[in-house]
DNA sequence: CTGTTAGCGCATTCAT
DNA sequence: ATGAATGCGCTAACAG
């Protein structure tokens, strides 16, 4: 209930000397006289003092605090992403606040004011598959706080992006099924709503195209990216009259869970169908067959969007810039194709 | 750089009023005409204001900020404990800051200051496997600020700890492999400075002198959670005169890497050798074969930990209880055994 | 119901 | 090299 808190009041009376001086000393300025630098610290290490930041924050206008909002935790996508982040941003200085949306976007309109009132210096953000409307992101930018996108990227609002090459790792991973001779392949692909899945079903009509196999909408899937639909929407496949032989999925989670339907039903992996995920998740080399997958350099995505912030941060609301970073994938091949 | 900021003062100016009269219609404070307080809270809205939280938390001496760290977010151990944290903290108007030590005791105090000075009212911790001394910890306490340990808990601060039976967990694992007939099961422990390696270790040793089977040193092997150490130890493990026919792992990753090295030496599953794991990890069910499990209730640690904290935070220190919640595992029998 | 005032802990002038 | 004074945005105690 009560905190105690040792102030630099406390040190500058026991000390016997002015609240200038140790406030000087604690931050490290110059006019200070050794000796006297020398107790101040002693005495404030002794005491374990800690300044309070909601001071400086409230003089400075500056928290030193970065806000990443991602939209779930299920897969390892994200949280190594926030990993990566986190430790460029320490590497600045900067203390990070997590908020996880559970691709709720009532909850990240909720985090966004968290976020805000919590005078965050910067925010990077990866949308849920639910957001449409932007006006809570927007406050940002007219606030005079930095956003930078990654992953999952809002159009419409002018910002620094990371991203990976969507349409480019679909293409390929259609392209490296089309090689191993399936013809008839299916893609489950994600909502409309997010632009990631509009490339990568580009990459994947694409592919098609170019290699003259025809387009077959029922061989098309959008789903909104609930787990529990996959199981629906791959039966469905497999029931076809002329089922697919293979099945290309937005992301890893997805194609982990189409190959566990597919193991049910009896069909052999990749001989009867073959399966290829987006991303890289840790559980994609665990599965049976292992999944071949689009990798993501999730590691750079984490540590360059942190980065882009940072710049954004110490430039002035008018010298922002708002340049898109594009990352490559790599296609991982392994036993599901 | 330059953040712009709505304040009271503005929201005052425009409205020719007080600032008092503002701040106690944006607090819901009673005394407010009913007109002038539309009037404001219309003008807050359309010009998205926000409380700055700096100042509130210096009045106030509350952040309304809680702390979590974790030692990593490799597995899906950590993060779905945070995930249920942080749900359960939002229900109680509790931002979360969440950092994650990557294993490492420097990076851990690191963090804690770091959560010092950012005025967190209350932090839930499990720790590094090299923590050994606790100063940085019990800071906290001293400040009045209330910890909650959970899962790697430290045994000599008395505080409230979320736990989950490991003993058991591990005597009920190590019976069921004795069930299905196995007579020389080694065990893959954890460090000698994380309580958990302690208990799991005896639940294991227990379980086998309850069923009569001589403790072998040789098949107990204490290790550091560092992934890349399971090769060698399982390796030595199947090169010996005598070799185990199960392995009892720490946890899941390392069980999980264990089968995929077991598999390379062309062994079979659970026949040649079984292995169990602990927590449940959401890779568990993935790996093939899919692999049995002390499983831990993940959601409800976070929950109980977050209602323990909140607990605390309301009392006043010298009303500070330190109870222990243990919860129960449940073994999840799957094909590796 | 509304306005005035003090002060939270600190950095930052301005004095000395 | 040091001290005193000001104010960041806000709440709460005090006056009307």
């Known amino acids: 209930m009560k905190k105690h808190q040792i102030t630099i009041f406390d040190i500058a009376k026991e000390l016997n000397i002015s609240k200038s001086t140790v406030s000087r000393a604690l931050t490290g300025h110059p006019n200070v006289n050794e000796k006297t630098r020398k107790q101040i610290l002693d005495l404030a290490e002794k005491w374990d003092y800690q300044k309070n930041m909601s001071a400086i924050s409230l003089i400075t206008n500056k928290s030193n605090i970065i806000g990443i909002m991602v939209p779930e935790f299920l897969s390892s996508y994200f949280p190594n992403i926030v990993i990566a982040a986190q430790k460029e941003a320490a590497l600045a200085g900067y203390t990070m606040i997590i908020s996880q949306s559970n691709e709720s976007y009532e909850t990240e309109v909720l985090n966004a004011k968290v976020m805000l009132s919590s005078q965050i210096d910067g925010l990077i953000v990866s949308i849920t598959k639910e957001t449409l409307n932007y006006d809570h992101l927007k406050v940002f930018q007219r606030k005079g706080?930095?956003?930078?996108?990654?992953?999952?990227?809002?159009?419409?609002?002018?910002v620094p992006k990371v991203i990976v090459d969507d349409y480019d790792g679909a293409y390929k991973a259609v392209q490296h099924l089309i090689q191993t001779g399936k013809k008839r392949i299916a893609h489950l692909a994600g909502p409309n709503s997010l632009s990631i899945s509009k490339k990568r079903l580009n990459g994947y009509i694409d592919a098609l195209k170019d290699n003259n196999i025809p387009i077959d909408e029922d061989l098309i899937i959008s789903y909104d990216l609930s787990p529990n639909k996959v199981k629906i929407y791959v039966t469905h496949l497999l029931n076809l009259p002329n089922p697919p032989d293979a099945i290309f999925a937005i992301n890893d989670p997805a194609a982990i869970e189409a190959i566990q339907i597919i193991k049910t039903h009896g069909l052999k992996i990749p001989e009867d169908i073959a399966i290829v995920g987006f991303s890289g998740d840790y559980a994609s080399a665990l599965i049976e067959p292992s999944l071949t997958t689009v990798a993501q350099p999730v590691s750079e995505i984490g540590k360059v969007a942190i980065k882009m912030l940072i710049e954004q941060i110490n430039?002035?609301?008018?010298?922002?810039?708002?340049?898109?970073?594009?990352l490559k994938t790599n296609l991982i091949i392994r036993n599901s194709t």
């Open 145 to 158: 706080i930095p956003i930078v996108f990654f992953n999952r990227v809002c159009e419409e609002m002018i």
């Open 315 to 326: 430039r002035n609301v008018e010298d922002w810039k708002a340049v898109t970073t594009m």
